[in-house]
Nanobody, 116 residues
Framework: QVQLVESGGGLVQPGGSLKLSCAAS????????MSWYRQAPGKEREFVAD????????NYTDSVKGRFTISRDNAKNTVYLQMNSLKPEDTAVYYC?????????WGQGTQVTVSS
């Protein structure tokens, strides 16, 4: 079965950095677009970034452009999200996502808190 396991979240000061990882299993990882989403308290889950199968096409939501970098290692079945210049408004639970046929799969999420 599809499994997505996020890690790397934590508490960081404004301006700091974190790198999230998502280890995938149960499907042909290199054949699918991988995405990161986030959900802040009291808000809907929102798209953050996605990356094509070979990493040639990448999209970001406007609020993270120039600060976040999505990447993938198909040999390790892992997708990453490097987050720099973090802001308090980046505080959220971050989720890894894959859409496989008509089904969206999610990990359990990893908490990112940006606070002084």
């Amino acid at each position: 079965q599809v499994q997505l396991v996020e890690s790397g979240g934590g508490l960081v000061q404004p301006g700091g950095s974190l790198k999230l990882s998502c280890a995938a299993s149960g499907f042909a990882f290199s054949s699918y677009i991988m995405s990161w989403y986030r959900q802040a308290p009291g808000k809907e889950r929102e798209f953050v970034a996605d990356i094509s199968r070979l990493g040639s096409t990448i999209n970001y939501t406007d609020s993270v452009k120039g600060r976040f970098t999505i990447s993938r290692d198909n040999a390790k079945n892992t997708v990453y999200l490097q987050m720099n210049s973090l802001k308090p408004e980046d505080t959220a639970v971050y989720y890894c996502n894959v859409r496989r046929f008509a089904t969206m799969y999610w990990g359990q999420g990893t908490q990112v808190t940006v606070s002084s």
